[in-house]
């Protein structure tokens, strides 16, 4: 069974910085691709970014130039660096993974770390 597991959310003022580590169970390259996604209460959850199996790497506009997705394939591991948090970045981020089988997206979740941006 597929697990992904988050960490290194938490409360920070404006301006901090986090990173965001999603733990894959088994072989991170058996995705088609993984990714980071936010969801605020009362709003539609969003993509921040996703990296393919072969490394295309996508960014939402709103964040684009800001966050950072990495992938380290031996330890099964994505990263999500955000460098200067703003409020708006307030959200339960999730991570995200996907496997095509017979032309089916299926789609693995994690439960969530929350990084919340308030001075």
């Known amino acids: 069974q597929v697990q992904l597991v988050e960490s290194g959310g938490g409360l920070v003022q404006p301006g901090e910085s986090l990173r965001l580590s999603c733990a894959v169970s088994?072989?991170?390259?058996?995705?088609?691709?993984v990714g980071w996604y936010r969801q605020d209460p009362g709003k539609q959850r969003e993509l921040v970014a996703s990296i393919s199996r072969d490394g295309n790497i996508n960014y939402a506009d709103s964040v684009k130039g800001r966050f950072t997705i990495s992938r380290d394939n031996a330890k099964n591991t994505m990263y999500l660096q955000i460098p200067s948090l703003k409020p708006e970045d307030t959200a339960v981020y999730l991570c995200?993974?996907?496997?095509?089988?017979?032309?089916?997206?299926?789609?693995?979740w994690g439960q969530g770390t929350q990084v919340t941006v308030s001075s």
């Open positions: 088994g072989n991170i390259l058996a995705f088609e691709d």
């Open positions: 995200n993974a996907g496997v095509v089988i017979f032309s089916r997206r299926h789609d693995y």
